[in-house]
């Protein structure tokens, strides 16, 4: 901009200047052209009255610095000129100038030189004898005058264009430096030119609404954000060329990938071959759904085309972890099988006693030995199928759910007294400790889960051993501690006797009626109850189970 404001100030001087100088030199040289004729006039009026009186004679008095005198006959015929040869000079009756005079008493004339850089004024007046009295002079015409002045007109222009250029440069920049530090941030705060201000105020408007549009696409994209990264599942959206367009943390947690700087491919997300085949379907127009295995996860993902007039614009990705999903499906699985192949022992064994029995194999004293087998095999399938009955109810959530107020105390007083028998046949000692603390609990989970853990305290002790129940409290929590002296568990098994059918020596856990299912029922319990549950264990020692149930509202 300053360029130009320059160029236009140096284009306008340079006119200015021109046109001020022609109009100047025309003016001047129009003046003088008129003064020079005036004193033609004058001279060649005085003249004539000397000639009238003297005759030729006036001539001879002619001063030498006098302009050119040319007398001139009634025929034409030069009769004197003070600078040229009379007898070379052609006659002069055709000129412009003497024939004017002939006829009106006074002519004049200007004539170019051939040079052109010259031109001569003539001024002619009729005597009363006829005869014509001529003064003329030579003056430079305008080509002629600049001719002459080339020199000082160059300096002049020099100087002048100088100075045009240093003041143009010096207001170029005078003009441009308020627009240079025009603070375009706020707009209305600037004091410049009032052209500006329009502008201004119209740049203004606009920053207003693109800062409000700025704000809302903002706002919008921060809801997004939130939405999609509160989600478990992994979101991703691509452009048919596979670059990421948006995603949330769970899409690349999911992945393995680590937040992005810039927009990359989807493809360096995650290197594995079934990832880069669903990208490469889903942009070919397909709609994959498939399991895969990202570092150890296991993963649904769905991906589906986004379809633009026909043609595939890119896709959205969705990852789902199915990790926990797949876990218990398996479990689920396994208990199917294991439930069948506990059920199955038992079964065999009561099919082989009735079976001998029917056969007659078995003399009329042993009778009664068989049918003692069979009921205590009758006896465990019952056991079983009530311990699976209780797990499939907690798994489901349809036990009785109303809470009443339990005396833990009582209740565990109660149950130990159930056990007595069972506690004296295996020569374990009961003890309960601690306060009557009430609690409001589902009485028929809280009383499945204390009676399982006391059934194991006799079940794994020892002869001469104890058991001891102890109410107590941690901070407002109502806390039941079983502790018995008995086998231990090794801190391996202390992370899997929770698992349905896991038992630490399997052929004693059947021998004493066990299920392996007692402490599958008491975790399930536990979370259903909202409580917690810890064990601590020594090996040969014995085990301490903690159930601390939440606190009453
Ligand atoms: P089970 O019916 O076999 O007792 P549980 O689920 O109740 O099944 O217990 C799982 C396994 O944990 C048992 O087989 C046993 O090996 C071990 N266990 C449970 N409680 C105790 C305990 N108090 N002392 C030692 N081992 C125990």
Redo the contacts with the bound molecule.
């Keep these: 901009m300053t360029k130009r404001i320059f160029k236009s100030i140096i284009l306008a001087s340079v006119i200015v200047l021109l046109a001020s100088g022609g109009l100047t030199m025309g003016v001047l040289y129009n003046h003088f052209g008129n003064q020079l004729e005036e004193e033609l006039r004058t001279e060649a009026e005085f003249l004539s009255i000397a000639v009238e009186n003297e005759g030729m004679a006036a001539f001879d008095s002619l001063p030498a610095e006098a302009e050119r005198i040319t007398y001139i006959d009634t025929d034409g015929t030069v009769l004197f000129d003070n600078e040229s040869d009379t007898e070379n000079m052609e006659n002069h009756l055709d000129r412009e100038e003497i024939q004017e005079a002939m006829e009106d008493g006074s002519g004049r004339a200007i004539r170019e030189s051939d040079t052109l850089s010259q031109r001569t004024l003539y001024y002619a007046l009729r005597l009363s004898d006829g005869r014509v009295l001529r003064v003329s002079s030579t003056q430079y015409n305008i080509p002629g005058l600049l001719g002459g002045m080339i020199q000082p007109l160059l300096i002049i222009l020099i100087i002048t264009a100088v100075l045009a250029g240093v003041l143009a440069s010096r207001l170029a920049k005078n003009i441009v430096n308020p627009l240079n530090h025009l603070d375009l941030d706020h707009p209305e705060e600037n004091q410049t030119y009032e052209e500006v201000a329009p502008l201004l105020t119209k740049i203004n408007r606009q920053q207003k609404s693109l800062q409000a549009e700025i704000a809302e696409a903002k706002r919008q994209q921060e809801e997004f954000s939130i939405i999609t990264d509160n989600m478990e599942e992994g979101f991703l959206v691509i452009d048919s060329h596979t670059e990421v367009l948006s995603y949330n943390s769970s899409a690349l947690k999911l992945l393995g990938a680590r937040p992005q700087d810039a927009r990359q491919s989807v493809l360096a997300l995650n290197r594995s071959e079934s990832f880069q085949n669903t990208v490469e379907k889903v942009l070919g127009g397909q709609h994959v759904i498939s399991n895969q295995e990202f570092q150890g996860i296991t993963c649904q993902v769905a991906a589906n085309p986004v379809f633009q007039d026909g043609k595939v614009t890119g896709a959205v990705i969705l990852i789902l972890d199915v990790t926990e999903k797949m876990k218990g499906e398996q479990m689920r699985r396994e208990f199917t099988a294991n439930v069948s192949h506990e059920l199955k022992t038992p079964l065999t064994s009561i099919s082989g006693f009735a079976e001998i029995i029917s056969d007659g194999f078995v003399k009329p004293e042993d009778t009664k030995k068989f049918a003692g087998r069979i009921f205590k095999e009758a006896q465990r399938l019952i056991t079983l199928v009530n311990d699976v009955i209780k797990i499939s109810q907690l798994d489901e959530g349809k036990l009785p759910y109303e809470k009443e107020t339990i005396d833990l105390y009582e209740m565990a007083r109660e149950i130990l007294k159930r056990m007595e028998d069972h506690a004296k046949n295996e020569g374990v000692h009961l003890y309960l400790y601690g306060p009557h603390i009430k609690t409001n609990a589902v009485k028929s989970i809280l009383d499945e889960i204390l009676y399982?853990?006391c059934?194991?305290?006799i079940?794994?002790?020892k002869k001469g051993g104890s058991l001891t129940v102890t109410i107590g409290q941690d901070e407002e929590r109502p806390q039941i501690t079983v502790e018995?002296t008995?086998?231990?568990?090794s801190e391996e098994?202390q992370k899997r006797?929770?698992e349905r059918f896991?038992?630490?020596?399997k052929s004693?856990?059947k021998a004493i009626g066990?299920?392996?299912?007692?402490?599958?029922i008491?975790k399930h319990g536990t979370m259903f109850l909202g409580a917690d549950m810890k064990v601590e264990?020594t090996l040969g020692e014995?085990?301490r189970?903690i159930l601390t149930l939440p606190e009453d509202e």
Excluded: A, P, Q
């Design positions: 399982n853990l059934d194991n305290g079940k794994y002790n018995d008995g086998i231990g568990i098994d006797i929770f896991y038992r630490v020596d004693h856990s066990g299920t392996g299912l007692g402490l599958s008491v264990s014995g085990s189970f």
